[in-house]
């Protein structure tokens, strides 16, 4: 965001206020919609959310504002991430032993490290690749431009939307709908 949109380090922080204020006020909530909604549909419409938001970051372009082209996709994948990250732990810790829960912690913190890292990896993959398509099939463009730099993002989000979109369909089909009744 900072260097295409030529933003301050300052701005570029606050921007992505639009995106860490909504994923605390929905991590917050999602106990409750859980309750209500259970587990499935929680997981399911942050998925949703965050694979939308993904699409429409993947629509960037070097032209674009942050208002119009960035604070759409941070507020919506905000919400989505918010809804997914404690349903994901109250998923992975609901059919386990209580005195087992210390290694089920301890592996799904090294699951999540693990695929951050291989995700970071592919994303930069695809966004330098892209990024040098770009550069190579426009006359007068390097890779370190505005318009090759956000051709390689745009990449990197379409397949990150693309992952996304596989991810919500396999919860859809995979994991079965449930939800423990309220106790008045």
């Known amino acids: ?6 933003l301050s380090a300052v701005q570029t922080s606050l921007g992505y206020l639009a995106a860490a204020l909504p994923t605390i006020l929905c991590a917050n909530l999602s106990s409750r919609f859980i309750r209500r909604f259970g587990v499935k549909l929680v997981l399911v419409a942050g998925q949703m959310l965050v694979m939308l938001s993904l ?3 993947s629509l960037m372009h070097a032209e674009g504002t ?5 604070f759409p996709a941070l507020l919506v994948g905000g919400i989505g991430w918010g809804l997914l990250f ?8 609901s059919r386990v032993d209580k005195n087992q829960t210390g290694i089920a912690s301890g592996i799904i913190t090294m699951s999540e490290q693990l695929g951050g890292a ?9 966004a330098a690749s892209r990024a040098a398509d770009y550069a190579r099939t426009h006359s007068g463009i390097t890779i370190h431009t505005p ?8 990449g990197t989000f379409q397949f990150a939307a693309t992952l996304a979109l596989l991810g919500f369909l396999l919860s859809i089909l995979l994991i079965p709908s449930y939800r423990k009744e309220q106790k008045s």
């Open 55 to 57: 699409f429409y970051f």
């Open 147 to 154: 318009e090759a730099m956000t051709a390689g993002f745009s």
């Open 86 to 93: 404690p349903t994901i732990n109250i998923m992975s810790f």
């Open 118 to 126: 291989i995700g970071l990896t592919l994303a930069a993959i695809v």
């Open 1 to 6: 965001m900072q260097e295409v949109l030529q």
């Open 66 to 70: 942050y208002l119009y082209d960035l």
